[in-house]
């Protein structure tokens, strides 16, 4: 079988998680939070209403009570079939930009597919075009915080940029951590944007959530090194820092970025 026509169906996530339309936000946020997971179906039976990713979650303004699935859940933008092939699906799943796809099997939700399942299946068929790529050809620029940034901030950065982590930077530009949108829902923040109404004294910074030490790799590393952090840490940003001794925060490589290269390969 060529690499190209691969059934989505053979490389759906195997960690794909629904919930009832009645049930509570908190549910879907203990699911996430739990499982490390970055989106749940919402199903009625087998059939599939729409999704609730961790954006939506974290962004919640009801109070735990109130929210229920079905007042977050969105149509995704693409729905592929478990007969559609990878490279297709990939392709659309970027043109949406679009970082997960519910799969349907007969009209019914049978899991989601993610960039990282992409990105798994090239670790182990695509190697030496992965490792022939280095992060200096495909990285994109960052944008950085310092420790001292409020939680808030960060928060309205990640929306406005669509980005899942941001680093941390010190005063001289080195890595030293990075905020996740886990990172948030991990450490129990909820209506995110009330937390500046609490005053600049009392706001949450940084240097209080950031995972840390922090994974970063250097313009030199391959792509097969970024693609395997991605998968085997879960995580969707990669970090590239100048050297080893300054740390200084060059650019980041993304899933989109390893995706891209595997669609590429697929073609």
Not at 16 to 34: G, L, T
Not at 93 to 120: C, K, Q, T
Not at 128 to 146: C, D, H, P, T
Not at 220 to 235: D, F, K, Y
């Amino acid at each position: 079988m060529e690499r190209g026509l691969v059934p989505v169906a053979l490389i759906v996530g195997l960690r794909s998680f629904s919930v009832s339309p009645e049930e509570p936000i908190e549910a879907v946020r203990k699911i996430m939070r739990d499982y490390g997971t970055r989106v749940v179906a919402v199903t009625e039976g087998k059939r599939l209403l729409g999704v609730v990713e961790r954006a939506d979650v974290l962004a919640v303004t009801s109070t735990r009570s109130e929210a229920k699935a079905k007042d977050l859940a969105a149509v995704p933008k693409v729905t592929l079939s478990a007969e559609d092939d990878l490279q297709k699906s990939l392709r659309a799943m970027l043109s949406a930009g679009e970082w997960y796809a519910p799969v349907l099997e007969g009209g019914a939700f049978l899991g989601f597919l993610g960039l990282e399942d992409a990105i798994a299946y090239g670790v182990k068929v695509m190697k030496e075009a992965l490792r022939g790529v280095r992060l200096e050809e495909i990285m994109k620029e960052a944008r950085a915080v310092r420790e001292d940034e409020p939680v808030s901030s960060i928060w309205r950065l990640m929306r406005e940029l669509r980005h899942t982590g941001i680093p941390v930077v010190n005063e001289k530009g080195a890595i030293v951590g990075i905020v996740t949108q886990y990172d948030l829902l991990r450490k129990g923040y909820a209506r995110i944007h009330l937390e500046a109404a609490r005053g600049p004294a009392k706001a949450p910074r940084a240097r209080t959530i950031m995972t840390r030490p922090c994974t970063y790799l250097y313009p030199h590393s391959t792509a097969l090194e970024a693609a395997g952090i991605m998968i085997s840490r879960n995580i969707a940003r990669v970090p590239v820092a100048h050297d080893e001794k300054s740390r200084r925060l060059v650019g980041v490589v993304d899933r989109e970025s390893i995706a891209r290269l595997i669609l590429k390969s697929l073609g």
